[in-house]
């Protein structure tokens, strides 16, 4: 994923910069950057690798180098930014969140139109940001361009810019899959992609931007609105489900409370279907599990506990080896069974999602190894089918390495792809025989995922409104 944070204030404002950004830091793992405008010194950058520690250990002497009363900042599992730009627009920083599947054919668009050139990272690939500035920069205005390249881009793409007169300029991807923030403080205003990272600093939030809206920012003159929003919403509903922070709101929907609502949901149709009754406690796979599973068991009325934690203060999130099996041994190393709750114990656990299912099988074999009786899963969303096109969960996940279609793949064939829908629905012959197929290879007593129906009521939202694609295919 990614995400950004950034401030344009009547006073220096890098720290409040720092920390802002610093809480995105649940969106990646590969990059951080900040960039500041200073009236005297003008626009600075700094971009440091983030794969193997914490934003805030690369940038702690970061108050020794920049200042600013404008700053940018943004966690990237991407391309290296914020980047500095000069054109005919005039100098800027621009940071980006997203995805753009026709790369490639955009660049050949902007050849064929100019003689111009691109610094061409590893292998020849083009930083994406860089081409999204190229694509900004094709129009007499910041307005125009943006909304140029909005129209060009197939994915996702939000965008934030620093100007070079410490104006902050935020547009919302063009079918608002994932959130831009506009608060306000005392000393002027942040645009965050988390609402508790600006809240935390004293800022308020105004507005959230609409679908493809462009607004300027500045201490003077307040929120300017460059370009108007959108009629079509497809908002991220994985956001909810899994990467969103707990503390933050979209859409005027609490990510916590969400996950406490589809927990509930689901144990009322475990409850009607008569699966999982008989349990000692309920539990959630930390962290994004944890919540899903309180409403679990708050509807259920089974105790809700912790049979094993996770050491984080020396294995930190950031820390991702590259290989499966060194990244497994991590994973083992950080789960600590507290042996009273595990043993003889009928456990029902959930998990935010199943992707690959690689890790799961290791903790499931983890806690019968400690002497578990029963292990029930829950998924709190439903079967993912499908490779993420438009942001970066699953981008990585070619469709035959989800759990999902290999099973089915197993079960029936290539003739199986066909009968996605029934594979989803665990009422109908087929969704019975994937989950029994899952439950078998991992060990599960029984399985279940949540409905796409349930999710959704879980979100509030119209389902016009939300972006379903992983589950159901549907753009």
């Not at 950034?6 to 990646?28: A, E, P, Q, R, W």
Request: one cysteine or more; proline letters at 4%.
């Amino acid at each position: 994923m990614g995400g950004f944070f950034g401030i344009t204030s009547n006073k220096d404002c890098l720290l409040d910069v720092f920390f802002g950004t610093d809480y995105h830091s649940h969106l990646g793992t590969q990059r951080g950057g900040l960039a500041a405008y200073d009236p005297e010194i003008g626009l600075q950058r700094k971009i440091h690798s983030i794969t193997n520690s914490p934003f805030r250990t690369k940038f702690e002497h970061i108050f020794d180098e920049m200042s600013g009363t404008a700053a940018i900042g943004c966690i990237s599992d991407t391309d290296p930014q914020p980047m500095l730009v000069r054109s005919h627009l005039g100098t800027y920083a621009i940071s980006t969140i997203g995805l753009i599947r026709n790369a490639e054919q955009l660049i050949d668009l902007y050849f064929g139109g100019s003689r111009g050139h691109f610094d061409a990272m590893t292998g020849g690939r083009v930083n994406t940001v860089e081409l999204v500035a190229a694509l900004i920069d094709q129009k007499e205005s910041f307005a125009e361009g943006i909304r140029y390249a909005q129209s060009v881009i197939d994915g996702t793409c939000s965008i934030l810019i620093l100007k070079s007169n410490g104006h902050l300029i935020a547009a919302r991807d063009k079918v608002g899959r994932i959130p831009v923030i506009v608060c306000k403080g005392e000393d002027g205003y942040a645009v965050t992609f988390e609402s508790f990272a600006a809240q935390k600093l004293g800022y308020e939030p105004v507005r959230e931007l609409g679908p493809g809206e462009i607004v300027e920012l500045s201490y003077d003159d307040g929120i300017v609105q460059l370009g108007k929003p959108g009629k079509e919403m497809k908002m991220c509903a994985f956001l909810w489900s899994y990467y969103g922070y707990p503390t933050s709101t979209y859409e005027g929907i609490n990510v916590e409370v969400m996950r406490y609502r589809n927990g509930e949901i689901m144990a009322q149709q475990d409850r009607e279907a008569g699966c999982a009754q008989e349990l000692d406690y309920v539990s959630g796979v930390p962290d994004s599990g944890i919540p899903h599973a309180i409403g679990y068991a708050n509807q259920s009325k089974v105790a809700f506990s912790r049979p094993y934690i996770k050491y984080t203060p020396t294995w930190s999130r950031s820390f991702t080896p590259q290989k499966q099996s060194d990244r497994a041994k991590v994973a083992r190393m950080k789960q600590i069974p507290v042996h009273e709750l595990i043993s003889g114990k009928r456990l029902l656990f959930v998990d935010d999602s199943i992707v690959r299912g690689t890790q799961l099988k290791e903790t499931v074999d983890f806690l019968y190894s400690n002497g578990a009786k029963e292990v029930h899963m829950r998924s709190a969303c439903p079967p993912i089918m499908y490779g993420c096109k438009y942001l970066n969960f699953t981008r990585s996940t070619g469709d035959m390495e989800l759990i999902t279609r290999r099973t089915i793949l197993e079960l029936e064939g290539t003739e199986g792809f066909a009968h996605i829908d029934e594979y989803s629905d665990g009422s109908t012959e087929r969704g019975k025989a994937l989950r029994q197929s899952i439950c078998a290879k991992f060990g599960f007593a029984s399985l279940e995922f949540q409905s796409l129906e349930g999710v959704v009521k879980a979100i509030g939202l119209p389902p016009e409104k939300l972006c379903t694609y992983c589950w159901n295919g549907k753009e």
